[in-house]
């Protein structure tokens, strides 16, 4: 784990640099209104008449949409610009697996700030720090923290906030307390409108309640068709694998998903369940094993 001052001298930078995306994207919209003007001067001629007589493309809507375009480009650039900082640090989980670097990332970006840094973008990245918190939590099996961490913290990614409550339904096994999580999911998952993007989530959310119904057979049918997006994920897809093989009897299937998870999933709450379920459950003698069914 690096050396939290040095985190903390990172965290600083990031937010300098979101400070000054927020002042550049006045100069985008500059940049912008004169590159469109001249591009549709060079098409339509003179945008404003110096003599009588002679005519102009430009009026008062002419104006207003050139603002408009301008407005959206250099929000787009500077957004584009924000998520690169904001994401900076996303790899230590998604592909490193290291949850526990993770979280002190978070935690250091969530509490660095100075007060100044209370507005606009800064404010969004200090957001951004509370959301990927409380990834981290979850991502360390650190529900209990979770979960008072939701309590006091009101402006978190509701699909992070939503799936936290799942996988902590999952993890005590409460098909209620699971539900009520995924109908407040549901609704935001039936509301966007990137339906490849949620047909995605809704996979992963059917292999979490396999996990807290204990229904094991759709879980292996789940892992079928859920596909990992990241390490991280697939650390997630391989554990609750083996959870389903133990639940079925299926102990070598078991053995092989938790050994896995164990070599490459770091520091993880996954990786330690897996290493728990190799220590205590996989050590049972091997006439206890059940066979599968027949196909």
């Known amino acids: 784990m690096q ?6 001298e990172i965290i600083e930078k990031d937010y300098n640099t979101v400070k000054t995306v927020k002042y550049l994207i006045y100069v985008y919209f500059l940049v912008c209104v004169a ?24 009026g008062f809507g002419d104006v207003l949409l050139i603002m408009l375009a301008s407005v959206i480009i250099a929000w787009l650039i500077g957004s584009r610009q ?10 230590i989980l998604t592909e490193d697996c290291d949850a526990e670097t993770f979280l002190v990332f978070a935690d250091c970006g969530m509490n660095k700030p100075k007060p100044d840094y209370e507005r606009n973008l800064e404010q969004a990245l200090r957001r951004s720090y509370e959301t990927y918190c409380l990834l981290g939590y979850q991502a360390c099996g650190k529900f209990k923290a979770a979960e008072e961490f939701m309590n006091t913290h ?25 539900y009520r999580a995924y109908n407040e999911i549901k609704e935001i998952l039936d509301a966007s409108p990137f339906k490849r993007k949620t047909a995605k989530w809704r996979n992963k959310f059917d292999f979490i309640r396999a996990m807290a119904c204990e229904d094991y057979e759709a879980g292996l049918e789940s ?34 998903c938790f050994k896995y998870v164990s070599e490459n999933g770091n520091t993880l709450f996954a990786k330690r369940k ?20 027949s196909e």
């Open 3 to 8: 050396d939290y001052d040095k985190i903390a």
């Open 35 to 58: 590159v469109i003007t001249l591009i549709l001067s060079l098409i339509f001629g003179n945008p404003i008449s110096h003599h009588q007589g002679e005519e102009s493309w430009m």
């Open 82 to 91: 924000f998520k690169k900082v904001a994401s900076r640090f996303e790899h």
């Open 154 to 178: 009101k402006g978190l990614n509701r699909r992070t906030v939503s799936e936290t409550k799942m996988m902590a339904a999952a993890e005590r096994r409460d098909s209620d307390a699971f």
């Open 223 to 256: 892992a079928k068709t859920v596909k990992p997006e990241s390490r991280y994920e697939e650390m997630l897809y391989r554990l609750w694998e083996g959870e389903c093989n133990v639940g079925l009897g299926h102990l070598s299937e078991a053995k092989e």
């Open 274 to 293: 897996a290493d728990k379920y190799l220590n205590e459950v996989l050590n049972r003698a091997p006439e206890k094993e059940q066979p599968k069914e």
